[in-house]
């Protein structure tokens, strides 16, 4: 169950702006049990100095005046309900946002590291079900406690003042319910820990299925993808049954408990009443009272079971919010020029790993950098490492010649930018993905990004513009203009250092030709980092890398690989067919060499 303090601690941080909620819920809860309290009694009262042949005369005449009693306290207490239950909503939904606020700025903060161990369906399930189980026990059981716990007072003292045997008697189950409840305690906090992990599971299944509808759709997966999810789902399922079957036990054991306990004082009671030691109207409120006392011990049962499923809950958030943020690095030291610097830089993302092996280069400012390799060579990861999303083990990189772990992060995250293979859009209009990158940009500026981009026309074409929404509810890009709209998307960061990430891997090579033409005044004031499969490309870059399973072959300029005869050299050769010869007429007239 982890650190308690740690928990209460958590507790604090959610519940802030509900504590004046919570104050009011538990005065209000104090007065109705004592209210309700005062009904047996009355009763009693009524049976025994009233009702009665020699009952006091001035009641007996004005026997109204118990039912006004009666009716005010009702009322009262009606009032003490309406903000019990009002204050209960209220403190709930707040507790709960603050939660998801809290989580789900806390996960923003992460490392990469930390997303690529978990499933994204596990995160949801954590923000989202777990969240509502706590909720669910801090303002329903929690309370529920306190209600408990004056009710039980209340009654005791009552029964106390009444008959102290039949008290003790009464009493005497209450070890049984708390002993049966502990063992309950644990099989529910076992069983509700696989259950909520297989609706984790089940989340995955469905939210990778409705993310990679396509790829289902294009290799006829459907019936595997079905099977699949009817396993989770008969698992879930029958993991949910398991714990319902258990909490109908733990019920059926506990009315038994209770029934009988009733039952034992019902006949002491009767007896005791029939003997003279107790009245009529005492056995009755006793009776009363009894039942109000079993109710708080049968409920112990239910917060304790509750309880079990809430510190499971409770450590599942626990370890997103344990898991460190990523330290931006405030007050580091701020590089003055955009000079990249690779010295020595081994790195794997897994232990005994390696996906670059002693890489090392200089990018000078101003100038680009090709980087050509095969699928799974490191481009991508020198990428990652540069922008600090992973943490480098071997070896410097500098940005200005400061080593980046100087850097600030939120420095390095605002100057470098960078336009992925396979861009995420959000689904908001195109407008507002191309400002994501600068919330301040005029709709010129925007249009200019595009318009650098080539896809200012095709959004144009759009009836609603660059008002079209994109993505779920609304048009579908193609690959190539997802990636011209997220090239407009970087430009308008106006970064001093761009990453192009095999990002125009989905346009045609005229297309291809056309960007970057219109991009070349943008990334000669930029330093520049530009990968891909394709030599034309990169072919009028300052200097190219040649990566090989994480190391780097070659290097040179276009024309010194081609006389190098190496790699390079060979993958130029594949693919210089009719139309490259074209485009290397059109748009080799190079600024690099
Ligand atoms: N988050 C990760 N965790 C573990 N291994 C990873 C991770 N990301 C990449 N890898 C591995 O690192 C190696 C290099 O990946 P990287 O993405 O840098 O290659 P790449 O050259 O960019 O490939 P591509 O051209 O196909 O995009 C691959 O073997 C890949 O499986």
């Not at 998801?100 to 990469?112: G, K």
């Not at 309950?184 to 509808?213: C, P």
């Not at 689904?427 to 650098?452: C, F, K, L, Y």
Request: proline share 2%; glycine share 8%.
């Amino acid at each position: 169950m982890g650190d308690k303090n740690g928990k209460i601690q958590l507790i604090l941080r959610f519940s802030k702006g509900t504590r004046g909620c919570f104050i009011i819920i538990l005065l209000a809860s104090l007065a109705s049990t004592l209210l309700n309290s005062l009904i047996p009694r009355i009763f009693g009262f009524t049976i025994d100095r009233v009702l009665v042949e020699d009952g006091i005369p001035y009641l007996k005449e004005h026997i109204w005046l118990i039912s006004l009693e009666v009716i005010g306290i009702a009322l009262v207490n009606g009032i003490m309900i309406y903000l019990y239950r009002s204050q209960t909503a209220k403190a709930g939904e707040t507790f709960a946002k603050n939660m998801r606020d809290i989580l789900f700025a806390h996960v923003q903060r992460l490392p990469m590291k930390w997303h690529d161990g978990v499933q994204t369906g596990d995160i949801i399930q954590r923000c989202t079900a777990d969240v509502e189980t706590i909720r669910n026990f801090v303002v329903t059981q929690v309370l529920e406690v306190f209600r408990t716990v004056f009710l039980l007072v209340v009654s005791l003292a009552m029964m106390l003042t009444m008959n102290m045997k039949l008290t003790v008697v009464a009493l005497a189950f209450t070890p049984v319910v708390v002993l049966y409840s502990g063992i309950f305690y644990h099989l529910i906090a076992k069983n509700y820990t696989a259950a909520d992990e297989a609706e984790g599971d089940l989340s995955t299944v469905v939210q990778e299925n409705a993310t990679g509808v396509r790829v289902v759709r294009a290799f006829g997966r459907e019936r595997f993808e079905i099977d699949q999810f009817d396993e989770k789902n008969e698992i879930f399922a029958r993991l949910w049954i398991r714990l319902g079957t258990l909490s109908g036990l733990y019920w059926a054991v506990g009315d038994l408990i209770t029934g009988l306990q009733v039952l034992v004082i019902v006949t002491l009671g009767a007896i005791e009443a029939v003997h003279g030691s107790i009245t009529a109207g005492e056995f009755i409120a006793f009776a009363s009272y009894n039942t109000t006392l079993v109710w708080p011990v049968r409920s112990l049962g239910r917060i304790l079971s509750e309880m079990s499923k809430t510190g499971v809950s409770f450590d599942r958030v626990n370890y997103i919010l344990d898991s460190a943020e990523e330290e931006m690095g405030e007050g580091g030291v701020i590089p003055e020029h955009t000079e990249i610097a690779f010295d020595h830089v081994s790195f794997g993302y897994e232990e005994n790993q390696s996906v670059l092996e002693d890489v090392s280069f200089h990018i000078k400012e101003g100038t680009t950098c090709g980087i050509l390799g095969g699928t799974g060579s490191g481009k991508t990861t020198i990428v990652h490492l540069l922008d600090r999303l992973y943490e480098l083990e071997k070896g410097t990189v500098q940005i200005g010649g400061v080593d980046i772990r100087d850097i600030p992060r939120s420095w390095i995250r605002s100057h470098v930018g960078m336009v992925l293979q396979e861009p995420f859009l959000f689904s908001r209009t195109i407008r507002d993905n191309i400002a994501a990158a600068n919330p301040d940009a005029t709709m010129n500026e925007i249009r200019e990004a595009a318009r650098i981009a080539c896809v200012d026309d095709a959004i144009m074409a759009f009836p609603d513009g660059y008002d079209t929404i994109v993505g779920e509810r609304g048009v579908t890009l193609s690959g190539g203009q997802r990636q011209r709209v997220a090239i407009a998307r970087m430009l308008i960061a106006k970064a001093p250092i761009m990453i192009f990430d095999d990002s125009l891997s989905a346009v045609d090579a005229d297309t291809d030709v056309r960007i970057r033409r219109a991009l070349r005044s943008k990334m000669k004031e930029a330093t520049v980092i530009l990968i891909s499969h394709r030599i034309t490309t990169l072919m009028e870059a300052n200097q190219i890398l040649v990566l090989n399973h994480g190391v780097i072959e070659e290097c040179g300029t276009h024309q010194q690989l081609i006389r190098h005869g190496g790699i390079y050299q060979k993958i130029y050769e594949i693919q210089l067919n009719q139309d490259d010869r074209r485009l290397l007429s059109e748009g080799g007239d190079s600024d690099a060499e």
